[in-house]
């Protein structure tokens, strides 16, 4: 089985603090000043874990660093 995976990092860090998402430079300047971090990495992790047992028939196809870009 072959598996394509992007997180966006910032996914869901506005609307935690207030803010309608987290698009534009400015809106996510305004939600890291009220407080938000980013949690997406870790909710990511959480829904994976439910394929540990069939981990071993997964090609995961995804890039690697927090700001990658595809080329």
């Given at each position: 089985m072959r598996i394509g995976f992007i997180v966006n990092p910032i996914a869901g860090m506005?609307?935690?603090?207030?803010?309608?998402g987290t698009d534009g430079e400015e809106t996510?300047?305004?939600?890291?000043?009220?407080?938000?971090?980013?949690?997406?990495?870790?909710?990511?992790?959480?829904?994976?874990?439910?394929?540990?047992?069939?981990?071993?028939?997964?090609?995961?196809l995804t890039w690697s660093g927090r700001w990658a870009r595809a080329r």
């Open positions: 506005g609307g935690r603090v207030g803010l309608k996510l300047k305004e939600a890291v000043a009220r407080g938000a971090q980013p949690r997406a990495s870790q909710r990511a992790l959480e829904a994976l874990s439910g394929l540990t047992p069939v981990r071993d028939w997964i090609e995961w």
